[in-house]
């Protein structure tokens, strides 16, 4: 079994920052692709940002300057470094990690979500 706890989110005012955390735990021989989603109300669930085991990442164009992806260096936990923060940010946000199991298949897990509120 696998999970992945978020935590860090929080009601912040515009022009804030948050840095949320995403630490995967259980039966995991390595950790690959993490993203980090999130969903406002009454719309779809969007992509925010990627980071690769390797370290490249990439980002929605509604966050590149503000937000920034990383890993610890256990590389289970992944992180959102959030500046900058708009009012249009508020959504729960949810982590998202490809894992390679002992039995050597790749399965896909998410968080539980948190919410991040920005008040104008």
């Known amino acids: 079994q696998v999970q992945l706890v978020e935590s860090g989110g929080g009601l912040v005012q515009a022009g804030g920052s948050l840095r949320l955390s995403c630490a995967a735990s259980g039966s995991i021989f390595s950790t690959n692709t993490m993203r980090w989603y999130r969903q406002a109300p009454g719309k779809q669930r969007e992509l925010v940002a990627t980071?690769?085991?390797?370290?490249?990442?990439n980002y929605a164009e509604s966050v590149k300057g503000r937000f920034t992806i990383s890993r610890g260096n256990a590389k289970n936990t992944v992180y959102l470094q959030m500046n900058s923060l708009k009012p249009e940010d508020t959504a729960v946000y949810y982590c998202?990690?490809?894992?390679?199991?002992?039995?050597?298949?790749?399965?896909?897990?998410w968080g539980q979500g948190t919410q991040v509120t920005v008040s104008s």
């Open positions: 980071i690769t085991s390797g370290g490249s990442t």
């Open positions: 998202a990690a490809e894992i390679l199991g002992p039995n050597l298949r790749v399965g896909s897990y």
